[in-house]
């Protein structure tokens, strides 16, 4: 007889392969997501929005119903899929530049409205599937393929906090900021996953985890070094916590 | 339903309604302002949802998502709001959603003005966002048609999962004429491709609502799966109206509440001897071809009347296929043509032709 699996693929990620660059944590990040679906949900309670982006292939990865958005509005069509979908639990997956760029109006929006959809933002302060431009997030003196000399206020304007902003909205029920980059976090995050999906099947209304990510690739790093420089240098910039929780 | 007085904006509101719609997701701008005031108090009462969008662009996304779950949605706008849309409908057509874009035309470039024009027929009848696509426009003449065109809207969509825009000009929002509301139902329409949730073993496939195809060749392969749809929707679905045509010597081709006015001319011309007809495209894509290619073979000359500079006049010389000449007259900026002004180029066209 054989043993008991200990670890296996959750029912919420299909069998495809990640496209993902060695080092990335999205794939952690799409796991985390699987885990907590599977945990508290069937798979035809779901509809999921995946982004442009890096992770715009993600419908192929998360097993249950997926749209794709255009560019930024995951946060519009998941408010159209809600209302007419009242009973599901409806999420978008979606990065810095497609939410908190050119996505900052849905985002702000479905917030305020309080739509009752949960949001996984990764910031990784750079646009990866282009190759590597400044994102709204980019860190200042950071170094992307637009902002060459590194990115200054004066010439590229100020990081964005969307977890600050957000937070001084009424609607949102949950909004966090969380890390991937070490063992203790990665249970952190999924932690707060959970609570987020647990809000909107509670009918809280609107929440949104920003998880911090690496983008070996196009920082130039080793995932090591990726991973250092979440913690050295995103962090105090993005500090980690519940920045609001009603 | 009795007969009654409604405004343009408010009968296609209501026909939505009564056709199943309820989903409104809008944004304000006149003149169709009336459509997302009335749904926004009326889908209360039969159980629907209204969502007042943060834009044009969040508006037509809503309904991306409303529409993927296989739900009755609508959205609607005026020319500046509906060129924000663009996006959206392309998507929407890419990813085979069925639903309704009203567009309550009035004058452009730009901001424009708020009066009534045709200026966005080029936008409309090409598809209008971006890629290999086109999409069943539709041009009331009447309060009356735009609530039956409106109704035929939402089956056309269903029937072939494509977006289906009414095409209204100003007027047609803004002006209240007696209106009799059909008895509508709904056919039955395969819904399977919805995504409304999906587990391993219920019996259809996980539904990925999309427009991305990576590969060329299966991208290739579903834009030509596109365009068979859209000879079939140009074999089946194209509408057009011909008066006064049997003994016509020549034709007025116009489309909206310009045709009306010219109908009215057409008639003076008749009085005076000239004998004249109209040809009015019910859908302006697809074009009423075959009609105006028949009717170019026997008279002597055709003019387009338009408010604007002159779209649809492209159109018509298309299918007229240089069998006969074709004139234009038109009025722009949000000025409409006169009955005056297009019975004096009919009276032009014969002295001439």
């Known amino acids: 007889m054989a043993a008991p699996a200990i670890y296996a693929r959750p029912k919420f990620l299909t069998d495809t392969p990640f496209h993902y660059c060695p080092g990335c944590t999205h794939g952690i990040v799409h796991r985390l997501i699987a885990e907590v679906l599977g945990e508290k949900f069937e798979q035809d309670e779901v509809i999921g929005v995946a982004p442009v982006g890096c992770a715009v292939f993600a419908y192929n990865y998360f097993n249950c119903d997926m749209f794709e958005a255009a560019h930024g509005r995951a946060p519009a069509v998941a408010t159209g899929i809600k209302h007419a979908q009242p009973d599901k639990i409806v999420f978008t997956y979606q990065g810095d530049g497609d939410l ?23 910031n990784n302060g750079i646009y990866g599937m282009t190759g590597g431009q400044m994102a709204p ?66 009918g809280k209304g609107f929440s949104l985890i920003e998880v911090l990510s690496t983008c070996p690739t196009n920082w130039g790093k080793s995932p090591l070094e990726a991973l250092q420089f979440v913690s050295e240098r995103m962090i105090p910039e993005y500090p980690l916590g519940t920045l609001k929780e009603v | 339903m009795n007969r009654q007085m409604m405004k343009g904006n408010e009968a296609i509101a209501e026909a939505a309604v009564q056709a199943g719609c309820r989903f409104f997701f809008g944004y304000p701008i006149t003149p169709q302002n009336e459509i997302p005031e009335y749904m926004s108090r009326r889908l209360v009462e039969v159980g629907g949802q209204f969502v007042q969008a943060e834009s044009e662009v969040a508006a037509i996304n809503m309904v991306y998502g409303a529409a993927g779950t296989g739900a009755r949605s609508m959205t609607s706008s005026s020319s500046p709001g509906i060129s924000l849309k663009q996006e959206g409908i392309s998507y929407i057509a890419g990813a085979e959603l069925p639903c309704v874009i009203v567009n309550i035309v009035r004058g452009g470039p730009g901001l424009g003005s708020i009066q009534p024009a045709q200026s966005d027929y080029y936008q409309a009848t090409r598809g209008g966002g971006h890629g290999d696509y086109r999409m069943p426009v539709y041009a009331p003449a009447s309060v009356q048609e735009a609530v039956e065109l409106t109704q035929r ?81 140009s074999e089946n679905e194209t509408m057009v109206e011909e008066l006064y045509m049997d003994d016509a010597e020549y034709a007025v081709v116009a489309y909206g509440t310009t045709a009306r006015i010219a109908l009215t001319a057409v ?28 009717a170019a073979g026997r008279v002597k000359g055709m003019l387009a009347v338009e408010m604007s500079l002159g779209q649809m006049i492209d159109d018509v010389r298309l299918a007229a296929r240089d069998r006969c000449p074709v004139r234009f007259y038109g009025r722009t900026g949000g000025i409409v043509p006169g009955v005056r002004e297009i019975h004096a180029a009919i009276l032009n066209m014969k002295e001439e032709l």
Request: hydrophobic share 45%.
């Open chain 1, 100 to 122: 908190a760029s050119i996505g900052m109006a849905e985002t702000v929006h479905a917030a305020a409205r309080g739509e009752n959809i949960t949001i996984i933002f990764i």
């Open chain 2, 267 to 294: 008639r003076r011309a008749r009085e005076d001897g000239v004998k004249v007809g109209l040809i009015r495209p019910v859908t302006v894509w697809p074009f009423p071809e075959k009609a105006i290619e028949d």
């Open chain 2, 153 to 233: 809207a939402f089956d056309v969509a269903d029937k072939y999962r494509t977006p289906v825009m009414i095409l209204g000009d100003g007027i047609i929002g803004q002006m209240m004429e007696p209106v009799t509301m059909p008895e509508y139902t709904a056919p039955a329409f395969d819904r399977s491709w919805a995504a409304t949730g999906w587990k391993e073993g219920c019996g259809r496939e996980r539904a990925v609502i999309n427009s991305l195809y990576i590969q060329p060749d299966v991208l290739e392969k579903h834009v030509n799966k596109l365009a068979r749809k859209y000879a079939a929707i």
């Open chain 1, 137 to 202: 997030t980019t860190l200042i003196g950071e170094k992307t393929s637009t902002s060459p000399f590194g990115r200054t206020a004066a010439a590229n304007g100020n990081p964005i906090h969307v977890s600050e902003m957000l937070a001084t909205l009424n609607g949102p029920s949950l909004i966090a900021r969380v890390s991937v980059h070490d063992v203790k976090n990665v249970l952190n995050a999924k932690k707060l996953i959970a609570k987020a999906f647990q809000n909107q099947a509670d």
